[in-house]
């Protein structure tokens, strides 16, 4: 692209919007289907947050097990629910957060040019942002990994301005932004913490600038969760914080490295050789990236976050490939301050500045070209819908079931009870040392949940940890309707 181009205000954003929009979408239109399962978590989310329109609040009235950021979030989406059906609700909420990714996209580009990166090194960040897999994995659906970088990434930007042109007002405001990002999820405090100190000791008057940033965070904070924390303080505390500390670790590093690499989701289309040779390259890249970009003194403070980020997520108890995201806009902006021009440097390093854009661009061109991450279409939800229109309260292990079969909105409008996150509960109230399937307290509480409405379906049955007792005392009253090998059973009360 000719250097000139580079030089308009504005087209470089529009690229990189655009890109990033599409490549998100074709993980939802690769489906072929509306109806699709969008997986636990995402329907929880959404479930939350739609329970929370209808006045219910989470920790009190239901399992939570975050800050509530992402339920606030989401609540414009939840409240189409009232003029759409519940699958095409959570449908728009679900490319809503590939806008959200894309906007984050072009955030990286906005943080490199007031790091004085320059225009190619700010293209060759918000591209990878926009193409890499951790971040596309993740943001195309109602996940807290975009909301949390919307936030953090805009903190950031506010609190780089707030240097340059100091005023009590930037400052508190990026604070502010930062701040929500830890009211969506509670991993944002480590890089909100490096940020607001490494801002701060760069402003001309950092006492000043520590102030108005922390007081930006606390108070964004408070006005956030405090309402849910007086509601409920000893269920939100255990949900946000014990239960997450209590949950089973499982710290291998390996595997987490892998799905940072990104190269395992080529497992199906290359030999596992080739998967594990293209995760060592990826690590060499990340390696040469980070020396370059600490070479650059004014991005040393984002390669810092990015450091702790990267130590959060190998430390982390639980482990999901999307957490990936969570890096998204750090590494970004790493690897656009080791593209940056260096006028000591005579010999041309075009190669490698733009490698690993072009490496995870090429990985994700493959990921979707082959569908390997194509969402599965749920057959027979229509039908099994229509089953249960009559339904007042259908019941199930797993929101998602409620959303496809559009009973979720309607059983929480009739003041049906609706755990939202049902698993959840093993990790606080029905906690248990030993599995799920084996948890006599965890299989009654189950049983007696699911039966209390006048339909059930099992989603996830092994996920859940379902018994054969259970199970048995699920479908006694036999089937209601049978469709894409999913079952309703009919609940008959005395």
């Known amino acids: 692209m000719p250097a000139r181009i580079l030089t308009v205000v504005g087209r470089v954003e529009v690229v990189v919007f655009l890109l990033a929009a599409v490549f998100r979408a074709l993980v939802v239109v690769s ?7 969008f997986g636990y978590d995402a ?24 800050p509530p950021g992402e339920l606030l979030a989401l609540a414009p989406w939840a409240a189409l629910t009232r ?13 809503s957060m590939a806008l959200v990714g894309a906007t984050n996209a072009v955030l990286v580009v906005r943080v490199c040019r007031y790091l004085g990166l320059g225009g190619r090194a700010a293209l060759v960040g918000g ?6 897999f951790g971040a596309v994995g993740a943001e195309y659906l109602t996940k807290l990994e975009p909301v949390g970088n919307l936030f953090f990434l805009t903190g950031l930007l506010l609190a780089l301005r707030a240097r340059r042109a100091p005023g009590a007002w930037l400052g508190t405001a990026a604070g502010a932004a930062l701040g929500l990002a830890v009211c969506v999820k509670i991993w944002w405090v480590v890089p909100v913490a490096a940020v607001v100190v490494w801002c701060a000791r760069g402003a001309a008057r950092p006492r000043r600038a ?40 499982s710290r291998n590093p390996l595997p987490r490295l892998a799905d940072l690499g990104t190269f395992i989701r080529l497992d199906g289309p290359l030999p596992g050789s080739a998967v594990a040779a293209g995760t060592v390259l990826t690590a060499a890249v990340f390696l040469l990236v980070v020396l370059r970009a600490w070479s650059v003194t004014g991005a040393r403070g984002i390669v810092v976050v990015l450091g702790l980020q990267l130590v959060v997520l190998l430390a982390a108890p639980s482990w999901f490939p999307y957490y990936c995201d969570y890096l998204a806009g750090s590494m970004a902006v790493t690897v656009a301050a080791a593209a940056a021009p260096r006028p000591h440097l005579r010999i041309a390093t075009t190669v490698a500045d733009w490698m690993p854009t072009v490496l995870v661009s090429a990985v994700t061109l493959v990921v979707l070209a082959t569908g390997a991450a194509a969402l599965r279409p749920l057959p027979g939800a229509e039908a099994l819908a229509r089953s249960v229109a009559g339904s007042r309260c259908v019941m199930s292990d797993a929101p998602m079931a409620l959303i496809e079969l559009d009973a979720l909105s309607r059983g929480l409008a009739a003041g049906c ?16 040392s030993g599995p799920r399937a084996t948890n006599a307290r965890w299989q009654t509480e189950l049983t007696q949940y699911l039966r209390s409405g006048d339909a059930v379906t099992i989603f996830r049955r092994g996920g859940t940890g379902v018994s054969p007792s259970t199970q048995a005392a699920i479908s006694r009253d036999g089937v209601l309707a049978h469709a894409g090998g999913q079952t309703v059973y009919r609940i008959r009360h005395p």
């Open 210 to 249: 520590l102030a108005l940033l922390g007081s930006g965070v606390v108070g964004a904070g408070l006005v956030v969760t405090a309402p849910f924390f007086l509601a409920a303080p000893g269920p939100m505390w255990s949900s946000v914080v014990v239960a997450q500390l209590g949950r089973h670790p």
């Open 43 to 66: 329907a929880v989310y959404f479930a939350g947050s739609d329970a929370l329109t209808f006045g219910r609040m989470p920790y009190r009235d239901f399992v939570y097990l975050h």
């Open 417 to 432: 009870p609706n755990w939202v996150d049902v698993t959840g509960r093993t990790y606080g109230p029905d906690r248990a």
């Open 127 to 132: 591209l990878f942002y926009a193409t890499w």
């Open 31 to 37: 489906s072929g289907a509306l109806r699709a399962n």
């Open 83 to 95: 003029v759409l059906d519940d699958p095409t609700s959570f449908l728009v909420a679900n490319l």
